[in-house]
């Protein structure tokens, strides 16, 4: 069992910049990825970015060239840098964790952008 605590968040206007962090821990081991999904009020949850423990990452194509995801495996956590936000980036964003079939999921952050 893998336990995700997210921290960060908040409310922010257009075109400013927010970040969010989540550390693991419980039974952590290598080869595992890490990543953000979101949640927008009546829609479905989506990705956002994961990351390897190998530090490949992969994007949403509404994240590219606004959003960085990095890991400090040390920390055995996950950060999100978001920039450029806009009012649509609005949701509650979750840490997930997935390493041998196992998934794990944060309690969520909300992140407000306001227009």
Do not use: H
């Not at 921290?7 to 400013?16: F, P, T």
């Not at 953000?36 to 994961?50: C, D, F, H, N």
């Not at 390897?52 to 920390?75: E, L, V």
């Amino acid at each position: 069992q893998v336990q995700l605590v997210e921290s960060g968040g908040g409310l922010v206007q257009a075109g400013g910049s927010l970040g969010l962090s989540c550390a693991a821990s419980g039974s952590i081991f290598s080869g595992n990825v890490m990543g953000w999904y979101r949640q927008a009020p009546g829609k479905l949850r989506e990705l956002v970015a994961t990351i390897t423990s190998g530090g490949t990452t992969n994007y949403a194509d509404s994240a590219k060239g606004r959003f960085i995801i990095s890991r400090d495996n040390a920390k055995n956590t996950v950060y999100l840098q978001m920039n450029s936000l806009k009012p649509e980036d609005t949701a509650v964003y979750y840490c997930t964790w997935t390493g041998r079939g196992l998934v794990s999921w944060g309690q969520g952050t909300q992140v407000t952008v306001s227009s």
